[in-house]
C-alpha cells in the first residue's frame, strides 16, 4: 500500500487498484493482461455508492 495526497495504491501479483482521496476508485489495472479494467474517467465505484446512499 502507498498513500499520497492523491489517494492510495494498493496492488498485489495481480491487480493495482488507486482510490483518490474521495474513496472513489480511480483505476483498477490488471499486471498479467497489462490493460486498465475501468473505462477512463468513470470511477468503478460511482455507481454502488449512489446505491448505497440511497439505501439509508
Given amino acids: 500500500m502507498r ?3 492523491d489517494g492510495v495504491t494498493l496492488d498485489n501479483a495481480v491487480v493495482r487498484v488507486r482510490i483518490d ?3 472513489l476508485v480511480r483505476s483498477v489495472y490488471d499486471l498479467r493482461a497489462h ?8 470511477p468503478g465505484n460511482a455507481g ?7 439505501l439509508r
Fill in 35 to 42: 490493460r486498465e479494467a475501468l473505462a477512463p474517467d468513470r
Fill in 3 to 5: 498513500q499520497d495526497e
Fill in 21 to 23: 482521496a474521495d474513496g
Fill in 48 to 54: 454502488w455508492c449512489r446505491h448505497r446512499t440511497l
